[in-house]
Nanobody
Framework: QVQLVESGGGLVQDGGSLRLSCAAS????????MAWYRQAPGKQRELVAT???????NYADSVKGRFTVSRDNAKNTVYLQMNSLKPEDTAVFSC???????????????WGQGTQVTVSS
């Protein structure tokens, strides 16, 4: 019913930048919170940033001042601008959205498939 598709991952050098996008499509009535998570090899999944429908944002301490989350509600899309990337940022980044679907009449959480970000030293 709802699909989240990420794009923008890749290989970048230490100190470089990348911009991730996550577009939601399907039977969407409204999207509440959207978020970015990441999971590095051998580590637990970590919440990176969240943004509410009204634009309130929160960041993990490890990315504050370097990453910026934003969204375009008209496009059902969330973005993650990542600057000053470090090798320790290497991970699979996934987006999550709380979606009020037309058919279910309630909020359901959906995940994207993930996109690899690799930062070389």
């Amino acid at each position: 019913q709802v699909q989240l598709v990420e794009s923008g991952g890749g290989l970048v050098q230490d100190g470089g930048s990348l911009r991730l996008s996550c577009a939601a499509s399907g039977s969407i009535a409204r999207i509440a919170d959207m978020a970015w998570y990441r999971q590095a090899p051998g580590k637990q999944r970590e919440l990176v940033a969240t943004i509410s429908n009204g634009g309130t944002v929160n960041y993990a301490d490890s990315v504050k001042g370097r990453f910026t989350v934003s969204r375009d509600n008209a496009k059902n899309t969330v973005y993650l601008q990542m600057n000053s990337l470090k090798p320790e940022d290497t991970a699979v980044f996934s987006c999550h959205a709380d979606v009020f679907t037309i058919n279910s009449g309630r909020y359901i959480g959906y995940w994207g498939q993930g996109t690899q970000v690799t930062v070389s030293s």
